[in-house]
């Protein structure tokens, strides 16, 4: 997903700054200008993978309402065994010519209906490993999204340390950076 228009704006205006900043011979303008080009490239990177994460949720839920679905169609398929198998012992238990027939029917029904089940089991399982794989991927990209907020506070402020020619609000940023870097990291862990 690409930044949206005010972010593609933002960093433009950034790196005008940070242009102008590096021709004017401060050390400090220099440091900091570079600082704001690597973290635009870090927040470029965390917003990427808080994107992808979101993805990966999205498809995860949706394959556990799909297995869920299925589940839920083999169970009703079981049930439908399990009744005409009772349908089949009632005709075999009141005897006659074809109380035998009747008979071999219903273990053939029984049969069917033991497999729908163990069949709705496996896709109820394959359903909570979806929605185990949605968390984990929820909870990364929750994860992101605070790093990546946290690494646009960092390229904001910094640029402060142009404006002001101060040192503080480029540590500030650092600090930011340090703090959303690891937070990306974190959701990984």
Do not use: C
Request: glycine share 4%; proline share 2%.
């Amino acid at each position: 997903m690409s930044d949206s228009p005010l972010e593609e704006l933002e960093h433009h205006e950034h790196a005008e700054h940070a242009e102008h900043a590096a021709h004017s011979g401060d050390p400090l303008i220099s440091q900091v200008t570079f600082t704001i080009a690597v973290l635009a490239v870090v927040a470029a990177i965390a917003a990427s993978l808080e994107t992808t994460e979101a993805d990966g949720a999205i498809g995860a839920k949706n394959d556990a309402v799909l297995a869920q679905d299925q589940a839920t169609d083999q169970w009703g398929f079981a049930n439908s065994k399990s009744l005409r198998k009772k349908v089949y012992e009632i005709a075999s238990d009141a005897g006659g010519a074809r109380a035998g027939a009747y008979a071999k029917s219903a273990a053939k029904e029984s049969g069917d209906e033991t497999k729908a089940r163990a069949d709705a089991q496996a896709l109820e399982t394959k359903r909570d490993a979806a929605l185990e794989r949605a968390e984990r991927h929820e909870t990364r990209h929750e994860r992101l999204t605070v790093a990546s907020t946290l690494l646009h506070m960092a390229i904001a402020i910094a640029t402060l340390a142009i404006i002001l020619h101060r040192r503080w609000p480029w540590i500030t940023a650092l600090l930011l950076s340090a703090a959303g870097v690891a937070v990306a990291a974190w959701a990984y862990l």
